[in-house]
């Protein structure tokens, strides 16, 4: 019994780490790229991945927009894949880039599922995020 | 994450922009192959904005990326519908001998795919 007790509290924790580390790692690593390959739009993204990458992780009052960092996270890869795709050069290690920014995708999706509920929990915490938005600019006006 | 670990990866990745951007050892422009032409990448620009090459017949273009970054030289026509020739995508610091087939005699476009604001244009007929 014990043991039952023990697995339900260590699974959920370890596979909240792996997905967040992974999630870190395959940003951190699309960071990588792209700013080795200079110029300015290269560096700019860059910059993107790596504030969202800290941002995953900084403790504070970011802990609780995490659901929404994870969907910009998603937001901000697939308009750089889409990027790509339209503009981009093809050579080796911008495929790479492109399968490591699939995965990434892959990963968030997978934290967001898990951590955040499925896409009727996230439309909800979107709303309540809008209504309160709406709230408070309506009071200021 | 500490504040460490954030200063850690920005350090690591202003190292990694750094790599990129200096490239190998700037020195002399190296001379152009027997009836061709030569350019140069260093600091994610073309080291000329005008290429003067032979119309009608194919040549040699040596490419030389003095950066960590890859670059490669396309050709292009003014319309920029069709590329007349795409050169092999690379990393620096090395250099390629691209054969360029004939191009017509005439004014052209030239860019690297990888970093399109690295252009130039390509007189044909003067070389």
């Keep these: ?141 | 994450m500490t504040r460490v670990h954030g200063r850690a990866v920005i350090a690591l990745l202003a190292g990694t922009v750094l790599v990129a951007c200096t490239g190998g050892p700037a020195g002399p422009p190296p001379t152009a192959p027997s009836g061709g032409a030569v350019v140069t990448a260093q600091g994610v620009a073309f080291d000329r904005t005008q290429l003067a090459v032979p119309a009608g017949r194919s040549f040699p273009l040596l490419f030389e990326n003095r950066d960590g970054a890859p670059h490669n030289v396309r050709i292009y026509d003014d319309a920029g519908a069709q590329p007349l020739f795409v050169g092999e995508v690379f990393g620096g610091p090395s250099s390629r001998t691209y054969e360029v087939p004939a191009i017509p005699a005439g004014t052209h476009r030239f860019r690297c795919d990888v970093h399109p604001e690295m252009s130039g244009t390509v007189v044909a007929g003067s070389g």
């Design chain 1, 1 to 141: 019994m014990a043991t039952i007790h023990t697995a339900k509290l260590v699974e959920p924790r370890l596979t909240t780490i792996v997905a967040r580390a992974s999630v870190v790692a395959l940003t951190l690593a699309t960071a990588t790229i792209h700013a080795s390959l200079g110029g300015m739009l290269f560096l700019m993204t860059a910059a993107g991945y790596t504030t969202l990458a800290l941002a995953m992780v900084l403790p504070g009052p970011l802990g609780r927009l995490r659901w929404l960092i994870r969907l910009a996270l998603i937001g901000f890869t697939a308009a750089t894949i889409g990027g790509w795709v339209i503009f981009g050069a093809r050579f080796s290690l911008a495929y790479l880039d492109k399968a490591i920014e699939v995965a990434l995708i892959a990963a968030v999706t997978f934290e967001l599922w898990h951590s955040d509920g499925g896409p009727m929990q996230l439309a909800r915490r979107v709303r309540v995020l809008a209504r309160g938005l709406a709230r408070t600019l309506l009071a200021r006006a």
